[in-house]
T-cell receptor
């Protein structure tokens, strides 16, 4: 199954700084999604970018997608302590006539107040 | 509040015991999924359903069974629990397949001793 891989595995920054996380995937996709998981909680959908889009914004989040390099990045600007969480990229995988998401292992972001 | 509800939130089982995890969604989503999350492994798909009365195997289906008798409910069963099934289990639902964002439940932490 195809799977995204996030980089770095862990990231620690000061509050107010920008945080950038990257995701690489293996085969062609029609969309890529980013999720956030706070400690001990379920995943929360942040943003979906389609293969014909290069950049997408949502509040302090900016996602880019480079299909030629099979990579995506998630930028969180002006980070806050509340942004401390794990961030996962997810890509569709085809199985039994439908598509399901496969998830990377995540980037653990720590924002220090 | 609309969303995905998982019960129970915590459970301890002895090896060989059986149990059923319940997932309920009130968003009229067609697709439902069961994932397990283990340290260093990310999320792995166990089983999924593309509609009422249907189920399909995911990446790690062995030792689990599922049923989707009603559209809003997706049950995950462990017939004979093993220590290797100690994990956090997440249910998710989506409007359709991997082209849409998933809504996750808050998880069930299962320990098999």
């Amino acid at each position: 199954s195809q799977q995204g891989e996030e980089d770095p595995q862990a990231l620690s920054i000061q509050e107010g700084e920008n945080a950038t996380m990257n995701c690489s995937y293996k085969t062609s996709i029609n969309n890529l999604q980013w999720y956030r998981q706070n400690s001990g909680r379920g995943l929360v959908h942040l943003i979906l970018i389609r293969s014909n889009e290069r950049e997408k914004h949502s509040g302090r989040l900016r996602v880019t997608l480079d299909t030629s390099k099979k990579s995506s990045s998630l930028l969180i600007t002006a980070s806050r302590a509340a942004d401390t969480a794990s961030y996962f990229c997810a890509t569709p995988y085809s199985g039994a006539g439908s598509y399901q998401l496969t998830f990377g292992k995540g980037t653990k972001l720590s924002v220090i107040p | 509040n609309a969303g995905v509800t998982q019960t129970p939130k915590f459970r301890v089982l002895k090896t060989g015991q059986s149990m059923t995890l319940l997932c309920a969604q009130d968003m009229n989503h067609e697709y439902m999924y069961w994932y397990r999350q283990d340290p260093g492994m990310g999320l792995r798909l166990i089983h999924y359903s593309v509609g009422e009365g249907t189920t399909a195997k995911g990446e790690v289906p062995d030792g689990y069974n599922v049923s989707r008798l009603k559209k809003q409910n997706f049950l995950l069963g462990l017939e004979s629990a093993a220590p290797s099934q100690t994990s956090v289990y997440f249910c998710a639902s989506s409007y359709a397949g991997g082209g849409y964002g998933y809504t996750f439940g808050s998880g069930t932490r299962l320990t098999v001793v």
